[in-house]
């Protein structure tokens, strides 16, 4: 993979994404909404939102959000990550932070509000909360919604059963995501057959690079995300458990966690009601002129 790879914006009003083409890239493809404008116009337009999918996911995982939420006031932005289920592991060359600094890049001015899943939330957390300060140029967005991340606020609450749980049951958890995606409709055996191929498409490379970033949560700054974040977990998550989340809102300056305890990993497609209208809430909450923002509540766990 070069370096250089370029990252491509591209319009997709109808239909799926198409996969990308070349080697590992970032893809953003707008929903509805038109172009870019200055800064200093954000009050008066609708929000930019940004949505990050997970480790061997893609963009679709948020259709269910996007169609009951297809009258709300905001532009939404659709992010196809080089760790899609469609792509090589080459993109580990290069750290997930990367591939999510481009991503936010394509959208024209900076997104005022990222939504990301899974592995592209604490892909969105290394780069923002980077221990060494977020790159120079990085936008930082208005607000944030973290949807099952995973976190441990200290080195020692990893040990050698961590690794074991996550190498052993990877294949487990790509299989619920493939229940999850295909409505249940799958035969049980004919789902863990298509995860392992997903497993062994993502390779040890991907594995490696998905527990690294797990393994260096404890040292992210998270002082120095100082917006307003959502965070979204599920009561079954086998995969990123709700004491991750509730971690990380204590960890956060300005954190609300809910978890909903009849979803597992998938809040929006298990419980796509319910996370929508927290998602819609939270965003005509605090996407709103910065005087504003005073007020609102910075605190809260359900």
């Known amino acids: 993979m070069s370096p250089s790879t370029p990252v491509s914006v591209r319009r997709s009003g109808t239909g799926s994404p198409s996969g990308l083409d070349g080697g590992a890239e970032s893809s953003v493809r707008p929903e509805g909404g038109a172009g870019a404008a200055p800064r200093a116009e954000r009050q ?3 929000p930019r939102v940004l949505f990050l999918h997970g480790l061997a996911g893609g963009g679709n995982v948020w259709d269910a959000y996007l169609e009951r939420t297809a009258g709300a006031d905001q532009e939404n932005w659709i992010a196809e990550l080089p760790w899609r289920a469609t792509e090589s592991p080459d993109w580990t060359a290069r ?4 591939w999510i600094r481009r991503a936010l890049d394509q959208v024209p001015d900076g997104p005022d509000v990222v939504v990301a899943h899974s592995f592209g939330a604490n892909a969105l ?5 980077d221990p060494a300060g977020p790159p120079r140029g990085v936008r930082m967005p208005r607000a944030v919604v973290l949807v099952s991340p995973f976190y441990r606020a200290h080195a020692e609450a990893f040990d050698w059963d961590s690794i074991s749980y996550y190498l052993n049951r990877f294949d487990a958890i790509l299989a619920d995501g493939l229940r999850v995606r295909s409505g249940g409709r799958l035969p ?15 390779g040890p490379y991907g594995w490696m690079s998905f527990f690294d970033t797990y393994l260096r949560t404890p040292q992210l ?8 974040v959502l965070i979204v977990g599920g009561g079954r998550d086998f995969a ?3 004491r991750d989340s509730h971690a990380l809102g204590d960890a956060l300056p300005h954190a609300t966690v809910h978890i909903l305890p009849e979803s597992g990993h998938f809040a929006m497609a298990e419980q796509a009601p319910e996370f929508a209208a927290l998602t819609r809430e939270f965003i005509d ?3 709103r002129p910065p005087a504003a923002l005073a007020d609102t509540p910075t605190r809260e766990h359900h």
């Open 188 to 202: 049980d055996e004919l789902r863990r057959g298509m995860a392992l191929k997903v497993r062994d498409r993502i």
């Open 44 to 46: 008066s337009r609708a």
């Open 125 to 129: 957390l290394s780069l923002l909360a």
């Open 221 to 228: 700054r998270c002082d120095r995300l100082d917006v307003p």
């Open 285 to 287: 909450t605090v996407v």
């Open 95 to 98: 750290s997930p932070a990367h």
């Open 240 to 242: 990123a458990f709700p």
